[in-house]
């Protein structure tokens, strides 16, 4: 199963450049291991997406 979800801008860079490998999540979507996680970035200061995402699987 896919995913989409939010990542505030602040983050992203992190995620992106593997210094912050991980995201720790409410299961409210019914995660499984194997699943795929698309990350949007999200500018609160726009109140819109920027464009920019990046993929993972959930181990």
Known sequence: M????????????YV??????????????DFCIGDIIFLNEWDDKILQFTGRSISGKIT
């Not at 896919?2 to 860079?13: A, Q």
């Not at 992106?16 to 979507?29: A, V």
């Open 2 to 13: 896919e995913h989409n979800l939010k990542i505030n801008k602040e983050f992203f860079p």
């Open 16 to 29: 992106l450049d593997r210094t912050k490998p991980f995201e720790i999540r409410k299961n409210d979507r």
